[in-house]
């Protein structure tokens, strides 16, 4: 493991965005002086080729003097819902080695092309305000359980066409994944409008400039929700089972604030004391938001791993207690832990 020390790692499939991320972070390296990047690359198993992708990014790391790791999803595959699931697996695969070889910080492909794509995908979806700023530049790890990681996105200015002429002219070969074809997957339904969208006005730097606005607005909202939540918490003498800390709640102050930020602040609170990415399910934290401004709350509430209850030794304002929930009963609770919409 010591041989990963102060390196990072980038995520390559073998697309020409990966691909070309992997020889920009490969010459940034050698021009700074520092540590090569470890290139990662999953071999899904849901078609024939994908082994022989795989090696065949292996085989273009190496050449490029890098070190490689292939990491195989094994098992039974879905037969619905393929795309989310593949995500799911590629990220964990990844995360657990990354874990295990102490990087915190996984780089990936995403350009502009993937941000409007996204933004569009959250639209048809009906997200809010957080799912519709889509991907930020650094953003925490996509899926629940890795708390100590993040991703990080370097080409979301950048074009996939742009890309790929950068390869092009210096001679460097990707792969196209057939899957990048298949109508089955809503991205792909989304990228084959594209030229449609592009003549109506809609081209890809004009979503992906509107997704900017509004994480703009998502940003002024994060700071607000901060200052709130200076105002509303507290560090509590209190320990729980697992010998930590909790944190102090004063109810009124959440009731005080637009019940937006409100609830983002109840959620960002959540996640900070159980650790996790991302929040709760916005039903039941609405559920749990209501029972703590109204005063409703009784014996106290478990949900996102924690229990909300009376302080031990109520402080003033500060009625309520936040901690991690016993163990037993956490694997339950997270499970309605939810992406951002």
């Avoid at 944190?247 to 159980?274: D, F, H, N, T, Y």
């Amino acid at each position: 493991m010591a041989q990963h020390q102060g390196a990072i790692a980038v995520a390559v499939s073998g697309g020409g965005d990966s691909v070309a991320l992997m020889h920009l972070l490969a010459a940034y390296a050698r021009a700074r002086k520092r540590k090569a990047p470890v290139v990662l690359t999953v071999d899904h198993g849901l078609r024939e080729s994908s082994s022989k992708d795989a090696k065949q990014v292996a085989a273009w790391a190496k050449k490029a003097g890098l070190t490689v790791h292939v990491l195989s999803w094994r098992g039974v595959k879905p037969k619905s819902g393929v795309e989310a699931a593949a995500r799911e697996a590629r990220y964990r695969l990844m995360g657990d080695w990354l874990t295990r070889h102490k990087i915190a910080i996984l780089y990936v492909g995403h350009t502009i092309d993937d941000q409007a794509e996204t933004f569009l995908l959250r639209l048809a979806r009906g997200s809010g305000l957080d799912g519709l700023a889509a991907m930020r530049a650094r953003a925490p790890w996509p899926v629940a359980g890795f708390p100590h990681l993040s991703v990080a996105r370097p080409l979301l200015d950048i074009t996939r066409g742009e890309l790929r002429a950068w390869l092009k002219a210096r001679g460097t070969a990707w792969l196209d994944d057939p899957m990048n074809e298949d109508d089955a997957f809503d991205r792909v339904k989304i990228r084959r409008a594209g030229k449609m969208l592009a003549d109506l006005g809609l081209t890809a730097s004009r979503l992906a400039a509107a997704a900017s606005h509004l994480a703009r607005a998502r940003a002024a909202l994060e700071s607000v929700t901060d200052a709130v939540l200076v105002r509303a918490t507290a560090k509590s003498s209190h320990t729980g089972h697992n010998g930590q800390s909790g944190l102090l709640l004063a109810p009124a102050v959440l009731a005080a604030a637009p019940r937006e930020v409100g609830l983002r602040a109840l959620a960002a609170l959540l996640m900070a004391v159980s650790g996790q990415a991302y929040r709760p399910r916005f039903e039941a934290l609405e559920r749990l938001f209501d029972r703590v401004t109204a005063g409703t709350l009784g014996k106290g509430a478990n949900l996102h791993g924690c229990h909300i209850g009376p302080a031990p030794k109520a402080d003033g304002e500060f009625a309520l207690l936040v901690r991690q929930e016993n163990p037993r009963k956490t694997a339950s609770s997270l499970k309605k832990a939810t992406p951002v919409r």
